[in-house]
């Protein structure tokens, strides 16, 4: 992924579609609270591939006229999980 691939990607894409509510949960905690550094949660990778993040640290980020401009986050613990079986009904 280039740099301004990465820049461009919006997050709420980097969340499976059944984890977004959560993900989105966790950026308002984050909103109010300045920071948070206990987010642990599945991400998808560009090309679709499935990783865990444990204790990612999530802020703020602001000028120093207080203008917020949106999070940043950092962490060093993860790793890609299986990818997700499709489900064949019985037919």
């Known amino acids: 992924m280039t740099w301004e691939e990465f820049i461009q990607t919006p997050s709420q894409q980097t969340a499976e579609p059944v984890h977004r509510n959560e993900r989105e949960r ?40 207080g203008h917020y401009y949106g999070q940043a986050a950092t962490f060093d613990t993860w790793h890609y999980l299986p990818p997700i079986a499709s489900v064949t009904p019985n037919l």
């Open 26 to 65: 966790l950026l308002d905690r984050t909103r109010l609270n300045g920071y948070i550094d206990d987010y642990s949660g599945i991400r998808v990778s560009k090309t679709g591939k499935r990783f865990e993040i444990d204790q990612a640290i999530i802020w703020n980020v602001s000028d120093e006229n």
